[in-house]
């Protein structure tokens, strides 16, 4: 079994900056891409932000030049880093992981519950 678990959300204004973290705990042989999404209320969930295990990055033009994702493999985590938040910012952000069972097995996608990002204005 995989966990999932993201944090560091919060309230901030509006010019303000947070860090998120994902954490994966279990058992399994790799983590592929690990990415970050959000929903904001009455709105479908969009990708902001993916790394792939080879370092490769992808954003959402909406977030370009303001967030940050990386990882560190060591801990299974990914981070994303957001500066100059705006108040369309306002979501909940989801964590998910592409994670192998076994050498033999594809990636298996699994999600966290979310965390809360709220920026005022």
């Known amino acids: 079994q995989v966990h999932v678990v993201e944090s560091g959300g919060g309230l901030v204004q509006a010019g303000g900056s947070l860090r998120l973290s994902c954490a994966a705990s279990g058992s399994f042989f790799s983590i592929n891409a690990m990415g970050w999404y959000r929903q904001a209320p009455g709105k479908q969930r969009e990708l902001v932000a993916v790394?792939?295990?080879?370092?490769?990055?992808n954003y959402a033009n909406s977030v370009k030049g303001r967030f940050t994702i990386s990882r560190d493999d060591a801990k299974n985590t990914a981070y994303l880093e957001m500066i100059s938040l705006k108040p369309e910012d306002t979501a909940v952000y989801y964590c998910n992981t592409d994670v192998r069972p076994s050498s033999w097995q594809a990636a298996v996608r699994y999600w966290g519950q979310g965390t809360q990002v709220t920026v005022s204005s």
């Open positions: 790394i792939t295990s080879a370092g490769s990055t």
